[in-house]
C-alpha cells in the first residue's frame, strides 16, 4: 500500500511536490506534521484535527507506551481507532525520549543546564536496548528494538521508526562512531522485526552522525543498502540553524531521490523556508500549537501576541481573510479576554488557527514548488 | 419583546411548561442556565454551546466588569457580539461575588472556613453601595445599583438582575430584616435605572428574607408591587436540602403565576427533581461543567468516574444511544486516557457530554410536565 510519488521537481531548488500513499490516504508533501504526542494534538479533538486538513500527525511511542500502554491501544483496533483519526499517522520508537531523560535534551545541554535527577530514571544502555523507570509508576520499562517495533505494530500507525540511539551534542569522534554503529545495528533489528510482519505499515530509518559529514554519508549509505521505506533524519542537528542547514547540506545528497524523507523535531517558519528547497519533504513540531497555548498567533504578516494590549478592542480576526473556525468566528478582542481569564476555550481556538496556518502555509508552498518559484 | 407564556400548567404539581420570548429567541422553560462566568462556558466556544441546545446563558457581571469591562464588551457590540452567542444571556449584578468576598461564600460559613483575607478586599458597604478593590490589579471599584444596571445595558444581556446583597448565613433577625430593607432599596433603584431605557433588557427582582417565612414573604409582596418582569429567588438557601425546599414552599405561592421565576446558583440533579413540581422555571449552576472538568460524567443510570480503572479498556461511549458529539466519536477509553494524561481536550469533550445531558434531561422533564406525569 505504501508508496511515494514525486509529481514535480523544482527546476530552481532540490524541492519537489509528492505524495505518500497510504492506507489511511495521502500525504501531500512538503507537509507540515503535527504533534499530538499522547494520541490528542493539545487542546484539539480528532475530528477538529481532520476537518483543518492536518495529513499526518506524529504520535509518541514512549508516552503511549507508559499510558495508556499499546495493548489498551490494541485492543481498542489501533490507534486511528482509538483516537478516532481517520487519516495517517507516525509514531516514534521511544528511544527520543527515554534518550533525553539518560542525558538531557540536547536543547538543556546547550543551555549548560544539568542532567538534574533525570539520569537517575535511566538504568541501562546496552546492546540489547535502554532499561528505564516509568515517570508514572516508578516500574521498570526496557526498550529493545523488538519491542519498540512490538509496541508500534499494536499502536498501528502508517508510518513507524527503528529504535536508534540520541547521543549527547558533546561527544567524542570516537563515542559518536560507537553510538552510530549501534544505533545501525537497533534499526537493523527494528526492521527485521517489522519485516517479519509489516502490516501495511512502512518503516524509515533515522539517519545518524551528528554534525560530521563522513559519519553521516556513512549513515546513509549504510541505511539505504536496507529496505526502508523512507528515511528521517535525526541525532544532533547542531547549535544553530546553519549547523542544521550544513549538515542537510552534506546529507541530503546522499539519499534516494525516489523515497520520502522527514525531518525529525523541526517546524519552525524560517527551517521550513531554508529546507524545503534542500528537498525536506515532511517536518513535525509542536512548536504551533505550543505558540498557540502560550498566545503566539501566526499570520503571514508575523506573529501576534495575544496578550498585548494593544488587542483589547482590537474587533477583527487574527487574521483578515482567514477560512479558519477561529477567525470565522471570533475577534482577537474576545481572544485576548480569554486568555487574560485563563479560559481553556482560548487555547483551543488559538490552536485551530495556527494549525490550519500551517496546514494552509504548506499547501501554498507546494503550489510555488509546482511553479517552479521555491 | 420580553414576554412569557405558560403553555401547560401540570394536574398533579405546580410544574409548569412555559416559553420565554426574548429578542435572541425562545427558552423554554423548565429549563437548565448553563454558566458562562467570563462570557465563555469552561472548556467550551460558543458555536460548540449553541450546537449542544442551551437555551440560557449566565454570564457574570462581576468578572466583566473586571475583565474585559463592560466598556470592551459595549464596542464590540454587546455580549451577544462580543463571545458571538446568537441564543439568549442573563447577566447578573455583580453584588453576589462582591458580598461573598466581604462576607465569604455561605458554603464557607457552613463549613467554618474563616473569612481569610478576602474581607480586606471590600472597603465599604453603605446606602450608596459597595467599594472594593479589584482582584485583578488592585483598583478600586464602586458597585451601586445604578452602575449594576450600567454595565448590564452595556453588557446587553437578555435578562438582567438588581444589585441586592447577600447577607451572611448566620444574621440576627434584627440585621436579616435591615438588610432586606437596604436590598428592597437598592433593587427599586436599580429597576428605575432600567426602565430609563429598557432597550429589549427585562429584569428579573431578586427575592430574600433567608429562612424566615414572613420576610420571604415580605419581600415577595414588595418586589411583585413594582414592574419587574420575573423574579429570581436567591440569599440564603439554608444548610440543607430540606431547608431549600421548606423556602421555596412557602416562597413559591406569593409569586404571581404568570411571570416567570429563576433559583439562583442551584442545578444538581437532585434540587431539579424536587424544586421544579414546586413550579421553578430556570436553574442556574455550574455544577455540570465543573463536574465534567473533574471527571465526573452523567448518565441516566448515574455518574460515570471517569478516572476510574474500570475505564480504561471500556470500548463504548458514555452512554448508549447519547447523540452528543462526544458519544457518537469517542470511547470511555479513550477519555479515561485523556483525563490520566491530562489533555486539555477530556475537559472539552467531558464538558460538551454533560452540558448535552443537561439539556436532554430537561427536554425530558418538560415532556413529563406536559403529559401530567411531573
Redo the contacts between chains.
Sequence with gaps: MFRFEVVHRSKVSKARVGKIHTSHGVIDTPNFVGVGT??????????MVESIGLQLMFCNTY?LLL??GPD?VY??GGLHA???RSMPIITDSGGFQVFSLAYGSIADEIKGKGKKKRGQMVLKIDEEGVLFRSYRDGSLVSLTPENSVAAQKKLGADIIIPLDELPPFHLSERKLHYSLERTHRWEKRSLEEHLKNPAEQAMYAVIHGGLDPELRKKSCVYLRSLPFDGFAIGGSLGQLKEDMLDILTYTMPHLPEEQPNHLLGIGDLLSLDRCIPLGIDTFDSSYPTKAARHGLFFTKNGGIKIWRAAN??H?KPIEEGCTC?TCT???L??L???F??R???G???ASIHNLHFMVRLMEGIREKILNDVI
Design positions: 499522547n494520541g490528542t494534538m493539545k487542546a484539539l479533538d480528532s475530528q508516552h499510558q495508556p489498551v485492543k481498542a482509538f483516537m478516532k483589547k478592542e474587533l473556525y468566528h471570533y475577534t478582542a474576545y485576548h479576554h480569554l487574560k481569564a479560559e481553556i476555550a487555547y483551543t481556538l
